[in-house]
DNA sequence: ACAAGTACAGACAAAAAAGTAAGGTACTTA
DNA sequence: TAAGTACCTTACTTTTTTGTCTGTACTTGT
């Protein structure tokens, strides 16, 4: 694998899964290479340009070692290289979505409590300064 | 949320979800207390030796802060806590299945590599120093 | 008296991850 | 000649995460 990276504990698989795709973006662009395959370094960085172009390459190029993502130079001017899942990428992806099935749920339980309260406020607010 | 942590970007769920069982234990303990609920502070501490109490017990409070886990105590001495998953986080744990199974396909897929390098060392060395 | 067990808390240090800023190539367009 | 595009690379700094160590309050066992 690409970097030392912090050693996950294992003892149900899970390990080896996180050290993929654990990274702060990895999720993230193995979703969007899914998505639009195959991808430029340059639309990827257009989808998501909060990332810096080093975290985009580092992540690709650990991706890419740990074989989830697979990537073709094309000897061009300007040059040119497409990303895109490999079949075990497309398996991860796939084995990811029940997570972010979760993760939606619960991001939307998790915030009723602040909607709540902002209505609240809102309301006070409103009752203070109507119209 | 328990503690400020590296923020991560979210287009799909995975943010969230992350953010909840992405810390290096969270995964495991959770795995372990639904399966051996409830689960005591000391009983988690033996299951997983390589654990300080430090992170153990700030795992336990995010994770408990975040909905999956809920903690009760019992006011005796000496002191007697106990953790048990909640529906939350019992779904979280289902949810997180096929990432394991990927993970263990994945691990025994860049292990053969691996394998096949210790056994050519292992039979030099054997070579060398036989019996 | 002293060690051992329970479930923590807090200060501090080390390590890992992420970010910033600048540069580099090889070619095109103005 | 300068600026622009695409795809990086490197050095350096900051932030986040994890680990180590010490200490608490109380009881039981020797």
Redesign the pocket.
Known sequence: MA?????LPDSCGLGPALAVI????KALLLWQIHQAQPC????L?RLQP??????L?????EMEADGIIH?E?FHQ??????YSATPEGAELDLALAPLAEWGKKHQERTEKAKVGAVRAVRTATEAAAPG
């Open positions: 970097k030392k990276q912090r050693e654990g990274g702060k973006w430029r370094f340059g639309e960085k909060d990332i810096s172009e080093k975290m390459i580092q992540h690709l190029r990537r130079v001017v300007p040059p040119r290289v497409e």
